[in-house]
């Protein structure tokens, strides 16, 4: 039985052993997948411990990632743009790789969703390490432009700084957000204090697409706001189960079959 794990602090909540259990068991694989509490002060413990009593591989979430980044000894190219790591692969060598998958699951779970991102213009909400971590998928299917804007001007401004050689890419304030667009990406964390960015009225580009990173019941604050201006509304549920398929495949060199195990999710959400 090879082992895998989610680290995180708190960990309890994680749907992450679910997703994994399912997509498991599409094949027959016979793997073990838990969650794990990591302390806040060694998270590079957690994960030897884990190599140690035979782990071949891991998630990381919440506040691990820039730890997880740090340990790694080889990082693909995208975990080192994002400067955060959620999956975790004990090479046969017995060194550490370092991914992140997040960025791919947006990606995957807009375009299941019929999203064009090719010549779209793309505005995303929030400047921090969710944000950071999408950046290079995004801009690699090319949009017309994409802007970041966060709260904390200066954030955004930096991060747009360090993606421009990728793509189109500028930063600022919501206060300098004009124009319309096609698809709006909240990636703030805003939602979770039921809290809606100030954004203009006339934002939305006829047909826009409305994406909120978090999940939950019901759809969140900013995802009522855009329904009402006419937005074709989606929110992070299926990014969670993408990126997982996406660590899944790093690890078992299989693509799992997501519509299955997300529908079920979002039956007991
Ligand atoms: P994460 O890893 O989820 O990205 P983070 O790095 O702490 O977490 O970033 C949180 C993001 O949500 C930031 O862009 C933050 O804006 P600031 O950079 O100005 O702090 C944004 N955010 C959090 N609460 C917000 C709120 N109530 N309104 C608007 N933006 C908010």
């Excluded at 259990?21 to 599409?26: G, L, R, V």
């Excluded at 073990?32 to 140690?52: K, M, S, T």
């Excluded at 992140?100 to 990606?107: M, P």
């Amino acid at each position: 039985t090879d082992r895998y794990c989610v680290f995180g602090h708190p960990v309890g909540h994680s749907k992450s052993p679910a997703i994994h259990a399912a997509f498991a068991d599409q094949a027959g694989d016979d793997i073990e997948y838990v969650a794990i509490e990591a302390p806040l002060d060694d998270f590079a413990g957690a994960w030897r411990r884990f190599v140690a009593e035979g782990g071949r591989g891991a998630n990381v979430t919440v506040p691990f990632k820039e730890d997880a980044f740090h340990l790694c000894d080889t990082l693909s190219e995208r975990a080192r743009r994002a400067g955060a790591v959620n999956t975790l692969v004990l090479g046969s060598n017995g060194l550490t790789y370092g991914d992140t998958t997040d960025g791919v699951g947006l990606v995957r779970d807009l375009k299941r969703h019929g999203v064009e991102l090719t010549g779209a213009r793309i505005l995303v909400l929030g400047a921090g390490g969710a944000v950071r971590g999408v950046l290079e998928p995004l801009l690699a299917e090319e949009p017309a432009g994409l802007r970041v804007a966060n709260r904390t001007a200066a954030k955004a401004e930096a991060l747009a700084a360090d993606f421009r050689d990728l793509g189109e890419i500028v930063g600022g304030g919501f206060d300098a957000v004009e124009g319309a667009y096609d698809l709006v990406i909240n990636g703030t964390s805003a939602s979770l204090a039921g809290d809606l960015p100030p954004l203009p009225d006339n934002l939305l580009a006829p047909d826009a697409s409305a994406y909120d990173m978090m999940y939950g019941a019901e759809p969140t604050v900013f995802l009522r706001w855009a329904a009402e201006r006419g937005a074709h509304i989606v929110d992070g549920l299926g990014m969670l189960v993408e990126q997982a398929a996406e660590s899944f495949f790093q690890w078992r060199g299989r693509h799992p079959d997501t519509a299955p195990v997300l529908e079920k999710l979002r039956q007991v959400l």
